[in-house]
């Protein structure tokens, strides 16, 4: 028996599941072809979204519109699927002496940073159970997506809908028909196809040819009986899960990396970070990692191949997927149905 979509979407991570929303909020039919997370990014990562980040404490790029795109979309999720996804969440950075401090300031007296700083930190508990620094700093904009929860929730609707199949997408496989207007995989039928497969794009044939730029990072997840409420942003994140008691703490960044597993010299790395911020006693209870699909020019790649007239990718969300998907989602299917232009810097 044959099926017939729409849209067949390869991979399952935050770009595949804000794509797969928005399309399905637009009324299109789509079936997403996800081989279980086996190379997921997106189920290892914190889910921060920051919108001052560096040295220099900088505003993320495009921040001022992307941001607010993203609060409203992850509520408007949390209230359709009934579970909540994103809660604000507060990064107390630490500044270790006078030069960062002053930088700190300057920012924090800046009226376009008035959304995201505090001129004031309230690091509250943070003060008791780390080693203090010189002085610390409040980033009042941030938020976290539980990434996992969002990932697992949509699958299992669109499981249940036969929108979904748990299995991997064999490039081999596609027949591509008329120039790229439609094409045929297995029993599936579709006149539209938007890879969103992560670092994998690594091994599509369609896409490879783009400068992407993976980069492999590593994450203990820790318990610390009583601890504090907001992230720390010290020599490495630690980060309050939504789990009672339970810290993200990383992570690294790999360019030479020769798999995707947790290793054992990520793991010293990141426990002896821990061992000189922590004051308080803690257990590692998870060693997790996973590969960012970032690219050369720092970019996402959004766009159309130059040769397969339907044949899409969304990819390139490097470190910060949580913030970029809901709005590139959005900007992504309204150019597909052909209400509005795609951002210049994406559109490869
Ligand atoms: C340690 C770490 C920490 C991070 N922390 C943050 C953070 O705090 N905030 C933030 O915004 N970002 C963070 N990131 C970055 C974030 O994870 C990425 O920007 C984002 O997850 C990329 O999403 P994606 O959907 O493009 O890729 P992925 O999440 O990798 O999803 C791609 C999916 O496609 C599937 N797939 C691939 N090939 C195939 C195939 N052939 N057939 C079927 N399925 C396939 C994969 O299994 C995977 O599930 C972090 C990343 C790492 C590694």
């Known amino acids: 028996m044959s099926t017939h979509v729409e849209f067949l979407i390869i991979g399952q991570g935050i770009a595949g599941t804000m794509v797969a929303q928005t ?8 079936l997403i072809i996800e081989d279980d997370h086996a190379t997921s990014s997106s189920i290892v990562a914190a889910g921060t979204i920051n919108p001052v980040t560096g040295r220099k404490y900088v505003k993320t790029w495009m921040a001022d519109t992307i941001l607010p795109w993203a609060d409203q979309t992850y509520a408007q999720i949390s209230e359709n699927i009934g579970a909540t996804i994103h809660r604000k969440l507060p990064i107390i950075r630490s500044l270790h002496n006078i030069g960062e401090e002053n930088a700190w300031l300057g920012r924090a007296s800046d009226p376009a940073y008035a959304d995201y700083i505090s001129p004031q930190a309230a690091p509250g508990k943070i003060a008791e159970q780390v080693n203090v620094p010189f002085a610390f700093g409040e980033i009042t904009g941030s938020s976290q ?30 027949q591509i028909k008329n120039g790229g ?27 490879n040819y783009l400068e992407f730029d993976p980069v492999k990072g590593e ?17 490495t994140f630690i980060t309050p899960l939504p789990t009672k008691d339970q810290y993200w703490c990383g992570s690294g960044y790999e360019k030479n990396y020769t798999d995707k597993n947790p290793s ?18 803690y257990e590692i209870v998870d060693h997790i990692a ?7 020019k720092r970019r996402p790649f959004i766009g159309r191949h ?20 809901p709005y590139f989602a ?15 810097e994406v559109n490869f």
């Open 23 to 30: 399309l399905e909020k637009a009324g299109k039919s789509f």
């Open 145 to 174: 997506v539980d990434l996992k929860k969002l990932i697992e929730t949509c699958k299992s609707r669109w499981l249940s809908s036969g929108f979904y199949r748990s299995t991997v997408f064999e490039y081999q496989n596609i």
């Open 181 to 207: 207007q439609s094409f045929q995989y297995d029993d599936i039928h579709t006149e539209n196809l938007i890879f969103c497969e992560g670092h994998q794009v690594m091994q599509n044939p369609f896409f």
């Open 219 to 235: 994450a203990l997840i820790i318990q610390i009986p009583d601890g504090f409420e907001k992230s720390l942003r010290d020599k």
């Open 264 to 281: 054992a010299l990520g793991r010293s790395q990141i426990a002896a970070q821990i061992n000189e911020i922590l004051k308080v006693p």
């Open 290 to 296: 996973g590969i960012r699909p970032s690219t050369k």
């Open 306 to 325: 130059p040769q397969y007239e339907n044949m899409y990718l969304f990819n390139g969300l490097g470190t910060k997927g949580s913030s970029l998907a």
């Open 330 to 344: 959005h900007q992504f299917v309204g150019w597909l149905l052909g209400n509005n232009g795609l951002h210049p």
